[in-house]
């Protein structure tokens, strides 16, 4: 405990430092109202498609933000670009996210954008039982991370020992339909959308696992806890324009807009895309996106962390939003 208290001091010191050119930076446009913001993302899949609406549909803007999305490949790297102050928010992992705050990062989960697993598990062609998957590879993105906890997951439900398995880190979802087309592997896990990608190639899903009623935080907004202690407004004002993109996802205006403004981000085949949309609006989207407790704590018992759950989320900011309604309000100004 006392080591991860000393790096906590350590990396609240830098932070001292590293908040320094982020004011800096947006002097000039907050004379003009408009503060710029950079924000990671660690994922590329419809995961993100609130983020991409608020951005694209100028609802951060209207709350006074000009916000620029910076991709980051891989959890890891996103929560070291967190820690290094390079970015104060995050959309990341909730694995993530509590392995760098157990780790003494000064990270918090303040949206839960996606609360279960948003996954098919898919093998290769010429394998219809479980029995056969004994002994074969799978891919997942990297260990102790979302497709690491899914691929096991998967595998257990399916009456399988993990063990009785090779799982191969290979990378985003793309390499890892490439491997199962190369032969490489035998099973994956893809999110909704992209899966239909690898039905057209003739694989199937084994197992849909979004249909599971496990708790699972799968993705959310991450907050540089030191920086929000200065930037509470902006915090709130990002908030508000994620929330504005849920509202507008969950029931947008114009479907054929809302899937062409996706399709510049996720250029898949349109109606592998439209079915992916149904599919998360229907079943994985909430208009206030607050982080599931019981799947933090799924995360928790899986990487064998004992530290208080409430040390690696913080609900409040969505809440306020809940208790005053924001959204029944911005529905009218979509």
């Known amino acids: 405990m006392g080591t991860a208290l000393s790096r906590r001091q350590m990396i609240a010191m830098a932070a001292g430092a590293a908040v320094a050119p982020w004011v800096g930076a947006a002097t000039p446009a907050r004379a003009q109202g408009i503060t710029p913001l950079q924000v990671a993302m660690s994922f590329h899949n419809l995961d993100a498609t609130c983020a991409w609406v608020a951005q694209d549909r100028g609802y951060f803007r209207r709350f006074g933000l000009d916000v620029t999305i ?159 202690k200065t930037h509470a407004s902006t915090v709130d004002a990002f908030m508000k324009g994620l929330v504005m993109g849920s509202v507008y996802v969950k029931a947008p205006l114009d479907a054929a807009a809302a899937q062409a403004l996706i399709h510049k981000h996720l250029p898949i085949k349109d109606d592998n895309l439209r079915k992916g949309l149904a599919l998360y609006r229907e079943n994985l989207y909430q208009i206030y996106p607050l982080v599931t407790v019981p799947g933090m704590e799924f995360i928790m018992r899986q990487k064998k962390i004992e530290q208080p759950v409430t040390q690696f989320y913080d609900n409040s900011y969505v809440q306020a939003l809940q208790n005053a309604h924001f959204a029944e309000t911005a529905k009218k100004s979509l």
């Open 70 to 228: 910076v991709s980051i490949q891989g959890g890891a790297k996103t929560m070291a670009a967190m820690a290094g102050n390079d970015v104060p928010l995050a959309f990341s992992a909730g694995s993530d996210v509590i392995t760098a705050g157990s780790r003494g990062v000064p990270v918090t989960l303040i949206a839960g954008i996606i609360n279960k697993f948003p996954y098919d598990f898919v093998v290769a062609k010429g394998i219809n039982s479980p029995a056969q998957l004994k002994g074969s590879k799978g891919a997942i993105s990297g260990f102790g991370g979302s497709s690491h906890f899914a691929a096991v997951y998967g595998l257990q439900k399916l009456g399988l020992n993990p063990q009785d398995v090779t799982l191969l880190q290979v990378g985003d979802e793309t390499s890892r339909l490439a491997s199962l087309q190369s032969g490489q592997i035998q099973f994956t896990v893809l999110t909704a959308g992209l899966d239909l990608e690898a039905f057209d190639m003739g694989y199937k899903p084994m197992l849909k696992l979004y249909t599971s009623d496990q708790p699972y935080q799968h993705t959310g907004l991450a907050l540089n806890t030191n920086w929000a």
